[in-house]
């Protein structure tokens, strides 16, 4: 079945750091770029970050640049989100989504959502 | 940075009657070289992830209904849904791509009369 897993939430302190990943299944990973898109409880969505196939090119929202780190392990089909310097309005569930696209650049709409992980910032 | 202002906030409409969705873009998401306008549509139901309705502003995605239908150009666009069924309940999302940074209309919540 093509799926996006992510794992790697949790509750973590203002100022701390956590690592998110997203194991993907049944798809050419390295042919898709991949994006983190987060949703504040009871709030609407937010980009956060997208990477292309290769991993060459990354791009951030400012509200997370010089904090966020996208990566992507493509022999192990799993994208990351290094998370540091976490505020309380970090707070929410990130999603890991894949990229309509399928030719490496992307497009940046997204046809393939995983269930979410929760990180909640908070002392 | 692209705005995208979405209205209403929400809306109730009664079952097998029409939805009408809009999206306003603080700047032309027409791409003139390709002349494709650079815009989706999400559903998201309680619980769930997003879901893929419509991209280049009126394709329709894989699997989705062809009640759902979308429309407009430039920086005015809407979603409809021909006949409202009691499964459509949901949050809907107009989200650009034209440029990064990617973002999304805050939103317009769908009930039934």
Not at chain 2, 73 to 81: A, M, P, R
Request: hydrophobic share 30%; net charge neutral; proline share 3%.
């Amino acid at each position: 079945e093509v799926q996006l897993l992510e794992s790697g939430g949790g509750l973590v302190q203002p100022g701390g750091s956590l690592r998110l990943s997203c194991a993907a299944s049944e798809f050419t990973f390295s042919s898709c770029a991949m994006s983190w898109v987060r949703q504040a409880p009871g709030k609407g969505l937010e980009w956060v970050s997208g990477i292309s196939g290769s991993g060459g090119s990354t791009y951030y929202a400012d509200s997370v640049k010089g904090r966020f780190t996208i990566s992507r392990d493509n022999s192990k089909n799993t994208l990351y989100l290094q998370m540091s310097s976490l505020r309380a309005e970090d707070t929410a569930v990130y999603y890991c989504a894949k990229d309509h696209g399928g030719m490496g650049a992307g497009l940046w709409y997204f046809d393939l959502w995983g269930r979410g992980t929760l990180v909640t910032v908070s002392s | 940075d692209i705005v995208m202002t979405q209205s209403p906030d929400s809306l109730a409409v009664s079952l097998g009657e029409r939805a009408t969705i809009n999206c306003k873009s603080s700047q032309s998401v027409l791409y003139r070289s390709n002349n494709k306008n650079y815009l989706a549509w999400y559903q998201q139901k309680p619980g769930q992830p997003p879901r893929l309705l419509i991209y280049w502003a009126s394709t329709r995605e894989s699997g989705v209904p062809d009640r759902f239908s979308g429309s407009g150009s430039g920086t005015d666009f809407t979603l409809t849904i021909s006949s409202l069924q009691a499964e459509d309940v949901a949050v809907y999302y107009c989200q650009q791509y034209y440029s990064t940074p990617i973002t999304f209309g805050q939103g317009t919540r769908l009930e039934i009369k």
